[in-house]
T-cell receptor, first 112, second 110 residues
Framework: IAGITQAPTSQILAAGRRMTLRCTQDMRHNAMYWYRQDLGLGLRLIHY???????GKGEVPDGYSVSRANTDDFPLTLASAVPSQTSVYFC???????????FGPGTRLTVL | QKEVEQNSGPLSVPEGAIASLNCTYSDRGSQSFFWYRQYSGKSPELIMSIYSNGDKEDGRFTAQLNKASQYVSLLIRDSQPSDSATYLC??????????FGAGTRLTVKP
């Protein structure tokens, strides 16, 4: 079934630990995005990638890094997690033209 | 000032009524506008997109755009309990700058 998958579904993490959230899409979409969603703040863009090999910073990039080695995968890494990174993280992708985004199921991350 | 503003709600309407959801945005250069529906604990799903001034209808849903007033709305006719969700307004100035409102929670009471 075509779509976007994210892993893990949820994670509890100790502060200071490194964590990579995985995102894979099989729709051959060029553009991919990482958002965090916090109560009262809506969805905020962390990083994006227009195509394999390129990445860019969004609205709230600090503390996060991404890579785009191929079209399908777009992992998000927290090098040293902090409690303020507790959130629900959504990966999204967009096809040709790029303005309609489709979302993965999300990862609920708790940093203690 | 938030770039995309929505009434947080909750908005409560009886079954069969019209639900009206509103959104304003600050960037006059915005070109494309979206409404997403998000059920509790789930991911956002696209229900409407609109690019030109006026109305766009899709089944029970109508999106309305007024670029001069920087205003976009979503009407849901014959509201059903299954429409109970949070509705997110999203505005795109360019493909890498989609901004979302905080969402309006809608409850449709049977």
């Amino acid at each position: 079934i075509a779509g976007i998958t994210q892993a893990p579904t949820s994670q509890i993490l100790a502060a200071g630990r490194r964590m990579t959230l995985r995102c894979t899409q099989d729709m051959r979409h060029n553009a991919m995005y990482w958002y965090r969603q916090d109560l009262g703040l809506g969805l905020r863009l962390i990083h994006y990638s227009n195509t394999a090999g390129t990445t860019g910073k969004g609205e709230v990039p600090d503390g996060y890094s991404v890579s785009r080695a191929n079209t399908d995968d777009f992992p998000l890494t927290l090098a040293s997690a902090v409690p303020s990174q507790t959130s629900v993280y959504f990966c999204a992708s967009a096809g040709q033209g790029g303005d309609t985004q489709y979302f993965g199921p999300g990862t609920r991350l708790t940093v203690l | 000032q938030k770039e995309v503003e929505q009434n947080s709600g909750p908005l409560s309407v009886p079954e069969g009524a019209i639900a009206s959801l509103n959104c304003t945005y600050s960037d006059r250069g915005s070109q494309s506008f979206f409404w997403y529906r998000q059920y509790s604990g789930k991911s956002p799903e696209l229900i409407m997109s609109i690019y030109s001034n006026g109305d766009k209808e899709d089944g029970r849903f109508t999106a309305q755009l007024n670029k001069a007033s920087q205003y976009v709305s979503l009407l849901i006719r014959d509201s059903q309990p299954s429409d109970s969700a949070t509705y997110l307004c999203a505005v795109n100035s360019n493909n890498n700058d989609m901004r979302f409102g905080a969402g309006t929670r809608l409850t449709v009471k049977p």
